[in-house]
């Protein structure tokens, strides 16, 4: 769209034009401080867009497997609670002992499908993004970690002996969003009314856990992701001979790995925290 000129000059301008044009200024030479730059809804930091990456890279060369090799790698990757049975009947999967260890967490870097990528990706992007910022990238990729472990943890006490290998990142998306509402609506922060940049909004002190789970809007969100979740059984699935069934177990078990171990993360130190709403950060209503 164009933007129509500011001012403009005829050739020969009359006598009465010119006292107009003595306070008026072409467009170019407009202070750039008049119209600042607009700050992106969404940035996404290094470590976000590297983790990212990572899932959809991953998803990309499956893709490109043939079908016996795909499921494979589901096998050597994804988690699969029946490796830990330790009776007589147990049997042999790829990797060995290896792969005890390393699937409590390589299972979060697969998926089944786009819309499973994509509904993961699409959850983790605000909160992420934030949590990113706070916590650097060596802690992030950590604390996604962590969260996957516990989303593993929890779906292998709720199914063991289970044959279907669980994949998908929703623990660690599940955590990200815990962690993330210990300071999302301190004023200042990424959901509050009163928000800086990214960068001031991602280190705005954290609220204590209990002081946390006092606060009504932290209490809303926390009824509506389990609501969510509940209804839509989004994230992380079992994939067995009879489909896929939600491995929301895991879910749950990243979530409150996220909430309960935060400050062990968390670079911010404590301060001043105001938590609630004053009346400069509330919108205007008229």
């Known amino acids: 769209m164009l933007i129509p000129p500011s001012c403009v000059a005829a050739q020969n301008p009359p006598i009465w034009s010119i006292a107009r044009q003595s306070r008026c200024r072409p467009v170019d030479a407009l202070d750039p401080s008049d119209n600042p730059p607009r700050e992106p809804i969404l940035t996404l930091p290094g470590a976000l867009t590297a983790y990212v990456g990572l899932l959809v890279a991953i998803h990309v060369i499956r893709a490109l497997l043939p079908v016996d090799l795909d499921y494979w790698t589901i096998e050597l990757f994804g988690f699969i609670p ?19 260890i390393w699937t409590f967490v390589t299972y979060s870097l697969l998926h089944a499908n786009l819309s499973h990528i994509g509904f993961n990706i699409l959850w983790l992007l605000p909160f992420g993004s934030a949590l990113a910022r706070r916590f650097g990238a060596v802690r992030f990729f950590l604390f ?30 599940s955590g990200a969003m815990a962690a993330a ?3 999302a609506f301190v004023r ?9 940049d990214a960068d001031q909004a991602a280190r705005v002190p954290a609220l204590p856990l209990f002081r946390a789970l006092r606060d009504t809007r932290v209490i809303g969100f926390l009824a509506v992701w389990f609501g969510v979740n509940i209804i839509f059984g989004m994230g992380s699935i079992a994939v067995g001979s009879e489909g896929a069934t939600v491995a929301w177990q895991a879910h749950i078990g990243g979530f409150f790995a996220g909430l309960l171990l935060f400050s062990l993360f968390d670079p911010v130190p404590r301060g001043h925290i105001d938590a609630e709403p004053s009346q400069s950060d509330m919108p205007d209503l008229h």
């Open 181 to 183: 509402i210990r300071f």
């Open 82 to 100: 029946k490796r830990y049975d330790q009776t007589l009947l147990s049997m042999p999967f790829p990797g060995g002992v290896g792969a005890d």
């Open 188 to 196: 200042g922060s990424f959901l509050s009314f009163n928000r800086g």
């Open 144 to 173: 996604m970690a962590v969260t996957a472990i516990a989303g593993a943890a929890a779906h292998l006490v709720t199914h063991e002996h289970e044959l279907a290998p669980m994949i998908g990142a929703s623990a660690s998306v």
